[in-house]
């Protein structure tokens, strides 16, 4: 499903043309595969986001696109054999918004290309798939369609020498996947190990935290992650001389509430953020646990709250480390503190809980609200958009 400029490159390099191809495969389930593949690289998740793919999707008005140069991609190369009239008719019969001209050369989109809303906050970040082995991206889109519609699989590469670095971005179709894939029990596990599983989200708060970014230095750590490498909205935008719709802010008139305060949210590129001088710090409001956790889920460190906290709190803690923190909407009561301290027994051990350094806690305190808020217009742009 997924593609990108490398399915461009040369035959030659290719170690199998059919190393994809799957035995015992009935004919219409190979001509829906096809299909499928032709239409992700006209889809609205990949087509504007793909530099190669726009540039043929744009050298004419008309928009036609040589078939013979999408049936050269890798993913394409399987059903070769079978003759460019056989993928011809496949597209008829089945594309739900391709065409195919007179004449069988060319093939095009029926519809006009849409920014897609809420892609970041329906993707996930999961690593731990080794070095690529011949049919890895088929083997990946199976392994994460177990969990719902999936609208695309990235495999991340080494810009230079593109080598796979073992993890990957999967966008899913609804939030519902997502939620359904990060709570799964058992967790998700990969050739019999498990996955380090994340959301993007989260993904661009770690890395932000590894580097010690701050301020404008982490807004762009967290924007190059967020953003395709290309974007053809964004160009076009540049051509007319203007900012794009989808990138320019809009005035704070969409508010967060948190920690008993409504705060601004700003919108850039259909990602929400907030500034950190508006975010009201609540002393107390984070407890720190530490110690031997192992391999808990959120749902263990949850579920004992659900009782006493109308709002369950939202949890930091990567799977194999020993600490965590769990940030409350309002400054915690002694009881409280002792509730947490009597109830929450993560995997039947004893930990230590404490209240964080001031400046731990006001720094978690505004990453809790970036991400709220980064969630809130996700699942907004989601639901107004295609499908939502």
């Known amino acids: 499903m997924a593609t990108t400029i490398e399915d461009a490159l040369p035959q030659e390099i290719i170690p199998s043309a059919f190393e994809d191809a799957v035995v015992g495969e009935s004919e219409e389930a190979k001509a829906a595969r096809a299909v499928k593949q032709v239409e992700f690289y006209f889809a609205d998740v990949n087509l504007p986001f793909d530099k190669f793919m726009w540039g043929l999707h744009s050298a004419n008005d008309d928009h036609w696109v040589p078939l013979a140069t999408i049936t050269s991609f890798k993913r394409m190369l399987e059903f070769q054999m079978f003759g460019q009239d056989w993928i011809v ?17 060319n093939v095009r989109r029926t519809t006009e290309v849409q920014e897609p809303k809420g892609h970041h906050g329906r993707s996930v970040y999961a690593k731990g798939f080794g070095a690529e082995v011949p049919g890895l991206q088929r083997k990946l889109e199976t392994f994460f369609s177990k969990f719902g519609n999936v609208n695309a699989v990235r495999m991340r590469r080494i810009d230079k020498s593109k080598e796979f670095k073992g993890s990957i971005f999967v966008e899913f179709a609804d939030f519902e996947t997502v939620d359904k894939f990060l709570n799964a029990d058992p967790r998700p596990t990969w050739e019999g190990k498990e996955l380090l599983i994340m959301t993007k989200d989260a993904y661009c708060e770690m890395k932000i935290q590894e580097k010690g970014l ?41 508010k967060l509430e948190f920690m008993g305060s409504k705060i601004p949210v700003q919108v850039e590129d259909s990602i929400g953020s907030v500034n950190k001088e508006d975010v009201p710090f609540v002393r107390g409001a984070t407890l720190k646990f530490e110690g031997d956790v192992g391999d808990a889920s959120f749902n263990q460190i949850k ?6 906290f109308e709002r369950v709190p939202y ?5 194999g480390d020993s600490w965590g923190l769990l940030g409350f909407d309002k ?3 002694e009881e409280d503190i002792q509730f947490v301290k009597d109830s929450c027994k993560i995997e039947g051990k004893i930990i230590s809980w404490s209240i964080p350094p001031e400046d731990e806690e006001h720094e978690f305190q505004i990453n809790r609200a970036d991400f709220a808020a ?12 295609r499908g939502g």
């Open 315 to 319: 949890i930091r803690h990567n799977r």
């Open 331 to 333: 400054k915690l009561a």
């Open 303 to 308: 579920d004992p709250l659900r009782v006493r």
């Open 89 to 105: 008719s496949a597209i008829c019969k089945l594309s739900t918004f391709l065409e195919v001209d007179g004449s069988g050369i």
């Open 214 to 254: 701050r301020g404008k230095s982490a807004a762009a750590r967290k924007d190059s992650i967020a953003r395709h490498g290309f974007n053809a909205f964004r160009e076009m935008a540049k051509k007319k001389g203007t900012s794009s719709p989808s990138i320019k802010t809009k005035k704070p008139d969409i």
């Open 374 to 385: 980064s969630r809130a217009i996700s699942i907004s742009n989601s639901k107004s958009g």
